[in-house]
């Protein structure tokens, strides 16, 4: 079982753009909620984004919204988040997960919650690093 992530780039100044990618293997993908966490130096790790690939619903944390994007792509069992107009303090490191209580997921995306580490699945932490 594997969730793995990757970034185009990892390193933008303020206002740029970059995509994540979260291709997830070992599961039935349309059965999970998958989602995007972050978890910055000193802070606890929190919930920016999350898609239910049954149905394509999306949600965004207060922080996120407006400016990422989450998307995916069931055919590939990939989840994407493009990262517009980025902020210095979206520099963190970030993490796709996936869970099959979709309640989880979208309460912690939805409600600000953070420290919560029981997903399901976890994939390996990329950093992104936004400039002044």
């Known amino acids: 079982l594997r969730c793995s992530c990757r970034v185009w780039g990892g390193l933008v100044q303020a206002g740029g753009s970059l995509r994540l990618s979260c291709a997830a293997s070992?599961?039935?993908?349309?059965?999970?909620?998958i989602g995007w966490f972050r978890q910055a130096p000193g802070k606890e790790r929190e919930a920016v984004s999350c898609i239910s690939s049954s149905d394509g619903s999306t949600y965004y944390a207060d922080s996120v919204k407006g400016r990422f994007t989450i998307s995916s792509d069931n055919a590939k069992n990939t989840v994407y988040l493009q990262m517009n107009s980025l902020k210095p303090e979206d520099t963190a490191v970030y993490y796709c997960?996936?869970?099959?209580?979709?309640?989880?997921?979208?309460?912690?995306?939805?409600?600000?919650?953070?420290?919560?580490?029981?997903?399901?699945?976890w994939g390996k932490g990329t950093q992104v690093t936004v400039s002044s």
């Open positions: 070992g599961f039935n993908f349309d059965d999970y909620v």
């Open positions: 997960a996936a869970d099959q209580d979709k309640h989880t997921m979208i309460l912690l995306v939805t409600t600000g919650l953070t420290g919560y580490y029981g997903m399901d699945y």
